[in-house]
């Protein structure tokens, strides 16, 4: 899941010959750096990178587009969720060591039956029925997708915490997901409730995806909420 908080990128009508404390330029991709001269008398210890070129952003540009954090050039990610790459179908890391929690069992192995979840850079063959796709990461060589074969007793997928996010501030919580299951499978569908708490366990918001409908070919698409 993703989760990210929104900031405007301040553009400077002059494009100095910038660095980062004085040593190398920090802006990636063609990015315009500028020097932010009222934070120390002596010189720019801090930066604003103006994101020139369509497709990037982030603290130094150095998100691209396909990720999907870049809408309207104006995004900053205060958590972006990936799950590793690897060779082999199955990643054995653990939910914890990607700093969240989740109530479904993990195996790492054929197959992931209902219940179960696992981190794969493909989907495995599942009698026919699921859709052999990757991850959604453009580029992303045998990258790593977290893959939930959920029940019919509902469960918590992703749960994570987030700390220093600022009040009044907008943010979008969102996650690209898939249906693995064939167009002619006719199963359950899934079905999202994305969930907002404090720390005291308070809900904050929380918005449902709906069903999230089988397709003829394998197919991400983006849910959540701003807030």
């Known amino acids: 899941m993703q989760h990210r908080r929104k900031r405007f990128l301040t553009q400077s009508r002059t494009v100095y010959p910038c ?17 932010d001269f009222s934070a120390t008398p002596s010189g720019p210890a801090a930066y604003t990178c103006n994101c020139m070129a369509t497709g990037y952003c982030g603290r130094n540009c150095e998100i691209q587009e396909p990720q999907g954090l870049c809408t309207g050039g104006i995004s900053y990610p205060v958590l972006l969720q990936t799950f590793g790459s690897g060779a082999d179908l199955y990643n054995n890391a653990t ?9 479904y069992i993990q195996r790492n192995s054929p197959l992931t039956e209902d219940g179960m979840f696992s981190f794969v850079n493909q989907v495995p063959f599942h009698t026919g029925t699921w859709h052999m796709g990757e991850d959604h990461t453009s580029g992303d060589t045998n990258g790593y997708m977290f893959l939930v074969n959920a029940n019919e007793q509902p469960g ?60 003829i070919a394998f197919e991400w698409d983006k849910y959540g909420q701003y807030m």
């Open 95 to 103: 939910p914890d060591s990607f700093g969240f929690s989740t109530t």
């Open 19 to 35: 660095s980062d404390a004085n040593t190398t330029n920090p802006c990636q991709n063609g990015g315009i750096c500028t020097p």
């Open 156 to 215: 918590e997928v992703f749960r994570s915490t987030i700390n220093d996010l600022s009040v009044g501030s907008p943010y979008e919580f969102s996650a690209y997901v898939a249906n693995v299951n064939k167009a002619s499978y006719g199963g359950i569908k899934p079905n999202f409730i994305f969930e907002i708490r404090t720390i005291g366990n308070v809900l904050v918001a929380n918005v449902s995806s709906g069903d999230i409908p089988e397709t």
